[in-house]
């Protein structure tokens, strides 16, 4: 019987054991081409293989792919999987600042001569398209009724970044009647709109001030061309770079980037176009001879990679009221259009902004000032450019830099010991976004930017890139408005409004018919998983989702369970009952019928149905206590291969027999000591298999069922590696452990429910001068910079660092830009586009005055966590303190002009040394014996996979009095009245014993009674008649026809809707077992192994004024 064939043997160099690494960097060689400017052969004949039809390249071969984990120079950055690096100088730690690079510097041509040719005939990858970063904000437009606004184009000759942004799931928005079509995303409510209040200005000193630009400053025009300028040492010492590795990477680059094809294990050629596709498209070789296509052209470090940053929370819509910054100097440039220019008239608003300066950049004693914690959410600072500007400017929730003022140069970033890069949750859930179906997408011919909000219109007829400023025709097509059915106005174009939009694919973009989408589950059945009783939960609540799962007449299902063997389900047409085939022989598996296991979910709902009825109750008496879990992953990457697709897989315990077994590490007696846990992968099988996933677009994501040790650390590689997730309950079990049940059960069904793209890619790009040198995330870097997402979900966060490589001269502004090109559940193609332009700045004082603090302390925690992997837990410690320390000592020394005792901090930083104390007190990163490694391990995945807003919830809690709930202030949604109590500070000193205090820490609330709680909140809410009566394992409020229980309800109920998992709650008194987990989050209190916040206020000022 036909059985598929065996992925390519040898994994190697960065990504597991071999001789030919993968190459995880961009290239950085001047000789190294590519046909189509983005890596592969644009000569994409539509002849992927017919006999292969699981998918393109059927067997990559080793150098085939660059991982996407983190494989950095930066001693953070080794973590295995979540960040990936590129082939780059090493960067410090945390600091953000490159070391010195011993070796030559590499030159690199231009981005205006890369990525120049591209043509496509047929494909599924364009490996160029950028993803835009979902929002929830309301676009200007809602429907096609409503005519786009008409500012347009206000950078007159602007450099920008694009950047390059995974799309949330749409599986809506299938018909696109006409030309252009604006469509809310399907999909229910975004998870975080509420935080939005429209009007509301965020705390004044998240107000970024306008930097000053004389009047005479030269127009802005390309940097310099030339090599990249020589990068400073760090003051963070780094790890020292691989440099074997190193160099075999930038070899397997070159083979990588150049040729068209690259050979499969067994020898035979095999065309990589997924880059092709997406770096090609319309217009990518009009202006190079066809002889030329073979050409090999040098990409600039950076130009495209892609973006991973995870959604930000809490921001005003931007253009709100009273959230305007200043306006920012834009010369007029040659424009014989009708744009409306933005000149030197705009300065004296400029001017008009210096008021704000003096509170943005106000120094703050902190060891004076006490309450500096906002009582509301904290907002993300708007960018300090001209409303105008600013109103087209993409949601931060989506797209989201450290510094919202670029520094000029690498020595300004270094001075300022702050980390430069970016946070993306491109895929998120959106309750508005335009759609465009068009046959022609307009992006730049030379570097393959999209056509975006941040452009500069010459005239009616040309356009100027805002990353490489090239100038490009505009297309006929393009004339046309279809919103306002105007002819002769490009600049009012739906793609030229909206900073994040969405395009229905042509078929230039694929490389075969869109995949269906098919979902297997892969069941641990083994005795003890059936003692947990899992089964009944995930099985009733499938059934309960069967009609619910993202997909169309195509979708696919099918069922695999294992213990030391492994089960297949033949649910062919025609049975009376599925038949269960059983595979022995775990040592070579095999597929032992070729259809009927992956089976039409409508045409065999039956059968389907009946198998999840029974399958709970046939191993109720099994003894086998043996886990074969990596061969029933590699007979599920089999059956899979020929579609693609995603592998659900649930485990209760350590991998004991066949392929990927494995011992425990964990000694409890020994957690604390920092050299001695073992973050690291114990076998590269699970990291190899994600690879071969990637590979044939399939994603595996983990649920980990266990109260025992089963080294996540070596499991968690199959979703990491595959762009998968991994969800932990610890100790569940239906009986003992009934909240874990409830949560299981609602998590999943968000799951299974959830929108999802499938065969996706995502690449970010950056205006020329910046560059991206290591990604952090769920993923498999692919061609250097293009981002291999099997599947891409709303619920994935991305990060990424960059650096300034040529000195940003003459350039007011830059632009990043994510792509994400993905197949939805409807089997469309379509491309998220995300595009953010930020003001760039000469002084250090504006340098900080744009830091964005979550966002810094976002990419802080992903380069943290690579450290504790590659070199110790302390190690990654002392790198956040010192993160602290170095930018406080360069504010007190650089910028304060006076010199006053105590410890000062910009406005913009003053919550800097609180969330370092929070991330070092994090499950992640602390210190003591009482964290199991599985859970440590968990958080750290959840720290790279997370979007930013879960991240800070998790590390800094929101604590609010709920006990006088009222309604002022209160947000009224869908006929609700959610009360907005302020947030306090995570002090015991904030704790009243005559109050009721919730506590919401992202996946867990703390209801928190104080022994003289008043007895109306304890009746009219909790529902018992005292104090003493509360339940010791209350996790449930009573819905009573009362204020305070409806005020008290609707507000959790609030707080859980904003999330995409199920925060379980649990109501405890001073005498609760829990209260010591509800005491370890108060951040500013000490604890047994670690300093108050005053005290570390006090450590971090005795080494400032070292």
Not at 168 to 174: M, P
Not at 332 to 354: C, E, I, R, V, W
Not at 545 to 564: A, E, H, V, W
Request: hydrophobic share 35%.
């Amino acid at each position: 019987m036909a059985q598929p064939a065996r992925p390519a043997a040898g994994y190697r160099g960065q990504n597991g054991a071999g001789q030919q690494p993968y190459s995880n960097g961009p290239v950085q060689n001047q000789l190294m081409h590519s046909s189509d400017g983005q890596g592969y052969s644009p000569s994409v004949p539509g002849s992927y293989s017919h006999q292969m039809p699981a998918k393109v390249p059927p067997h990559q071969s080793s150098g085939q792919y660059n991982y996407s984990g983190s494989q950095i120079a930066s001693q953070l950055s080794n973590y295995q999987g979540p960040g990936q690096i590129l082939n780059r100088p090493t960067v410090a730690p945390l600091s953000g600042s490159p070391v010195q690079q011993t070796g030559s510097v590499q030159h690199v041509l231009p981005p205006a001569l890369q990525n120049s040719a591209a043509v496509s005939s047929a494909g599924s990858f364009p490996a160029g398209a950028s993803s835009p970063v979902l929002s929830n904000w309301q676009y200007s437009q809602t429907s096609v009724s409503h005519p786009v606004g008409s500012q347009t184009s206000h950078l007159a000759h602007v450099t920008g970044t694009v950047s390059t942004q995974p799309p949330t799931s749409l599986s809506g928005n299938t018909n696109a009647p006409g030309s252009y079509q604006y469509a809310a995303s399907p999909g229910g409510p975004p998870l975080q709109n509420n935080y939005m209040k429209p009007g509301s200005a965020p705390p004044p000193v998240t107000q970024p001030l306008p930097p000053l630009h004389p009047p005479s400053r030269p127009p802005l025009g390309p940097p310099p061309v030339g090599g990249p300028p020589l990068i400073r040492p760090s003051t963070l010492t780094a790890a020292p770079p691989n440099n074997s590795v190193s160099q075999s990477l930038l070899n397997s680059s070159a083979n990588q980037e150049g040729d068209g094809t690259s050979a499969a294990s067994d020898g035979s050629a095999i065309q990589n176009s997924y880059d092709a596709i997406e770096g090609g498209g319309l217009m990518a070789t009009t202006h190079q001879s066809p002889a030329l296509q073979n050409l090999k052209m040098g990409r600039s470090v950076g130009y495209s990679y892609p973006n991973l940053p995870p959604g930000y929370q809490n921001t005003s819509p931007p253009g709100a009221p009273g959230m305007q910054a200043p306006a920012l100097q834009y010369p007029d440039g040659s424009k014989s259009f009708h744009q409306p220019p933005l000149g030197p008239n705009h300065l004296t608003a400029s001017m008009g902004g210096l008021s704000l300066q003096q509170e943005g950049l106000r120094p703050v004693n902190l060891l004076q000032e006490r309450n500096i914690l906002p009582t509301t959410i904290l907002q993300a600072p708007v960018p300090n450019l001209h409303e105008d500007i600013q109103k087209l400017n993409c949601n931060p929730e989506l797209f989201r830099c450290t510094l919202t003022n670029i520094p000029q140069t690498q020595a300004l970033l270094n001075k300022a010991k702050l980390p430069l890069g970016l946070l993306l949750h491109p895929f998120k859930d959106l309750s508005q976004l335009p759609v465009v179906t068009s046959s022609t997408i307009v992006r730049c011919r030379s570097c393959r930017t999209y056509i975006n909000p941040f452009v500069s219109f010459l005239d009616q007829r040309r356009w100027k890139c805002n990353l490489c400023y090239r100038v490009n025709d505009v297309p006929e097509e393009f004339m046309y408005n279809p919103v306002t059915r105007a002819y002769g106005e490009p600049h009012k174009r739906p793609e030229v409004q909206n900073a994040t939009i969405e395009f229905m694919a042509p078929s230039e973009y694929m490389l075969r018919p869109p995949q269906p989408p098919v979902y297997l589950f892969v069941f641990d059945v083994s005795h003890n998983a059936v003692e947990t009783g899992y089964l009944n939960t995930v099985c009733k609540t499938l059934l309960d989702n069967l009609d619910l799962l993202p997909g169309n007449t195509r979708t696919k299902i099918g069922f695999i369970t294992f213990d030391s063997t492994i089960h297949f389900y033949s649910l062919q047409e025609g049975l009376s009952q599925p038949q269960m085939l059983i595979v022995s022989d775990i040592e070579d598996v095999f597929i032992p019928m070729p259809e009927n296991l992956l089976v039409n979910l409508n045409e065999n709902r039956e059968l389907i149905q009946d198998l999840l009825k029974t399958l709970p109750q046939m191993f109720t008496k099994s003894l086998e206590t043996q886990s074969a879990l990596g061969p029933a992953l590699q007979a599920a990457f089999k059956l899979m291969s020929p579609t693609g697709g995603r592998i659900s897989v649930f485990q209760t315990q350590l991998p004991s027999v066949g392929m990927g077994a494995l011992k425990s590490r964990e000694e409890p007696n020994q957690r604390a000591t920092a050299k001695d846990i073992h973050l690291m992968p114990s076998t590269d099988f699970y990291k190899k298999l994600a690879l071969d996933c990637s590979g044939q677009q399939v994603a595996v994501d983990l649920f980990l069922l266990s109260g025992q040790y089963s080294d996540l650390a070596s499991l968690g590689c199959i979703s990491r590696y595959s762009a998968g997730s991994v969800y932990y309950y610890q100790s569940y079990h239906h009986k003992h452990n009934p909240v874990q049940v409830e949560k299981l059960q609602k998590e999943l069904k968000r799951y299974l429910t959830r929108k999802i793209g499938f065969e996706a890619v995502m690449r970010i790009r950056c205006t020329k001068g910046l560059s991206i040198h290591t990604f952090h995330g769920n993923f498999f870097v692919r061609s250097t910079d293009l981002l291999s997402l099997p599947n891409v979900n709303p619920d994935a966060g991305y990060a990424v660092q960059m650096s300034v490589e040529e000195s940003l001269t003459d350039m007011q502004v830059v632009s990043f830009q994510s792509a994400l090109l993905y197949t939805s559940s409807k089997g469309e193609r379509r491309i998220r586009v995300h595009t953010m332009c930020l003001p760039v700045v000469t002084t250090l004082s504006d340098v900080y005055l744009g830091a964005d603090v979550q966002a810094i302390m976002g990419l802080l925690a992903n380069m943290a966590v690579d450290r504790s992997v590659s070199a110790s837990l302390s190690d990654a410690r002392d790198a956040l303190v010192n993160a602290v320390i170095d930018s406080l000592s360069a504010y007190r020394s650089s910028v304060l002009s006076i010199q006053q005792p105590g410890l000062m901090a910009p406005s913009s930083l003053r919550l800097f040394p609180l969330y370092v104390l929070a991330l070092l007190k994090q499950k992640a990163f602390q210190t003591g014996t009482n964290t199991r490694l599985d859970e440590r391990i968990f958080t750290m995945c959840q720290v790279k996979n997370q979007p930013l807003v879960y991240l800070m919830l998790m590390t800094h809690p929101n604590l609010y009095r709920v006990d006088n709930l009222t309604d002022e202030g209160a947000l009224n949604i869908n006929d609700k009245t959610i009360p907005q109590p302020p947030i306090l500070q995570l002090s015991v000193e904030k704790l009243s014993r005559d109050g009721a205090y919730l506590m919401d820490a992202g996946s867990v609330l703390f209801l928190w009674i104080g022994k003289n709680c008043g007895q109306n909140f304890i009746s009219q809410v909790l529902g018992v008649p005292n104090y003493g009566s509360v339940p010791q394992n209350m996790t449930h409020l009573p819905e009573l026809e009362t204020a305070e229980s409806m005020r008290t309800i609707a507000f959790i109920s609030w707080l859980r809707e904003q999330r995409p998992f199920f925060p379980i709650l649990y109501i405890i008194k001073d005498d609760s077992p829990l209260k010591s987990s509800f005491l370890q989050n108060m951040i500013e209190d000490r604890t047994e192994s670690a300093l108050s916040y005053y005290e570390f206020l006090l450590h971090i000022q005795q080494q400032v004024n070292k």
